[in-house]
């Protein structure tokens, strides 16, 4: 089992930097992907980003690359998400999650191939 708990998330202005956090805890050997997904009210889960932990390769959603960062500490106990110059439709709550498998049939973008989510941390961004 893994469990992961999201901290961060504030109510920020536009143009702000957030650094979201997610603590790993559990079999963390198990983990091979973890990313980033937010949802806004009324909207489908968003994929953010996502971390090959064992390969290192990473993917951005092309909402925020270039402003955004995954990042993981060397035991994989905790893994960043880095927002930079946040606007308005980066509102929603962010969520952390693992997949657990080494391959899958779709793209890390798909929720469903994650088996392990956090609780989400909220972030709104005022204009």
């Known amino acids: 089992q893994v469990q992961l708990v999201e901290t961060g998330g504030a109510s920020v202005q536009a143009g702000d930097s957030l650094r979201l956090s997610c603590k790993v805890t559990g079999r963390v050997d198990d983990i091979w992907y973890i990313g980033w997904f937010r949802q806004a009210p009324g909207q489908e889960r968003e994929g953010v980003a996502c971390l090959a932990v064992k390969s290192g390769t990473i993917w951005y959603a092309d909402s925020v690359n270039g402003r955004s960062t995954i990042s993981r500490d060397a035991a994989m106990r905790t893994v960043y998400l880095q927002m930079l110059s946040l606007k308005p439709d980066d509102s929603a709550t962010y969520y952390c999650?693992?997949?657990?498998?080494?391959?899958?049939?779709?793209?890390?973008?798909?929720?469903?191939?994650?088996?392990?989510w956090g609780q989400g941390t909220q972030v709104t961004v005022s204009s």
């Open positions: 999650a693992a997949i657990d498998q080494a391959s899958f049939e779709g793209t890390w973008r798909e929720a469903r191939f994650y088996r392990y």
